[in-house]
């Protein structure tokens, strides 16, 4: 059995409003998948349903990992994430008034990762300079762009298997979206090379899954398959 997430029939909504409507995605260890469509879709929210945030109404948010499975729909946030799945969500939500080592030992304090923080402090420092010399400011100080790797440094110290962003690149440069895609991409491999050498491996990789992913939703747009049925769809407000 494939380590993957798989997600079926998936809805789910804000009170009367139904926001998601049958989403079905399947998400196997090691791939890079890319949610794509417009604001008011509905992507927040299936980031946000899949990580028990927004409660499915209907559905099924399956991981299937070394050969165990287990039913995550309806499980506390703090229980998937000790499953090993992790979400940087819209809007940061960072603890402004603690510091940026803080904010990252409480992301690496759950009982999966505990064991592994300082290595993980160590990676995340090395993956994103800037944080180490600010480690002892105050998140609320940082600027935006410093925030959004703040919240992705924290994420990745809960050593999730899956790793959900929401709006990655959301307040930083081009040059820093690049580091971290493939500070991403390093730490869901197995190779153990240095830091700054993977990193300039990786980025010119990135960039050719992303213009693959770009030409074949391109591709879709223009000549969308026939599926018969009813097909999924995201509708309504993130």
Same mark, same amino acid.
């Given at each position: ?29 090691? &791939?890079?998948?890319?949610? +794509? #469509?417009?604001? %008011? ?5 299936? =980031?946000?349903?899949? $990580?028990?945030? !927004? ?45 940026? &080592?803080?904010?990252?030992? +409480? #992301?690496?304090? %759950? ?5 592994? =923080?300082?290595?993980? $402090?160590?990676? !995340? ?114």
């Amino acid at each position: 059995m494939a380590n993957r997430l798989v997600i079926e029939n998936l809805s789910a909504g804000y009170g009367a409003v139904r926001v998601l409507r049958e989403v079905s995605l399947e998400v196997r260890e090691g &791939e890079l998948v890319a949610l +794509l #469509g417009t604001n %008011g879709n509905g992507k927040s929210t299936l =980031l946000n349903a899949i $990580l028990g945030l !927004v409660p499915p109404t209907a559905g099924s948010v399956r991981l299937e990992w070394d050969g165990q499975v287990t039913e995550l729909a309806g499980f506390p946030a703090e229980k998937i994430v000790e499953r090993g799945i992790a979400l940087v969500p819209e809007g940061r939500r960072l603890i402004p008034h603690l510091t940026v &080592e803080e904010n990252l030992r +409480l #992301g690496g304090s %759950g009982r999966r990762s505990r064991p592994s =923080l300082r290595r993980n $402090l160590e990676f !995340v420092f090395a993956a994103f300079p800037v944080l180490l010399e600010r480690r002892e400011q105050p998140a609320a100080a940082m600027s935006g762009g410093q925030q959004q790797l703040l919240a992705i440094a924290r994420a990745l110290m809960t050593e999730p298997r899956i790793l959900l962003i929401d709006e990655p690149s959301v307040g930083l440069a081009p040059i820093a979206v690049d580091r971290v895609l493939a500070t991403v991409a390093v730490r869901f491999s197995a190779t153990a090379v240095p830091q700054r050498l993977a990193v300039e491996r990786f980025v010119p990789k990135l960039r050719e899954t992303a213009q693959k992913i770009r030409q074949r939703f391109t591709d879709q747009q223009r000549n969308p398959p026939h599926r018969p049925g009813r097909a999924a769809s995201l509708g309504g407000a993130t």
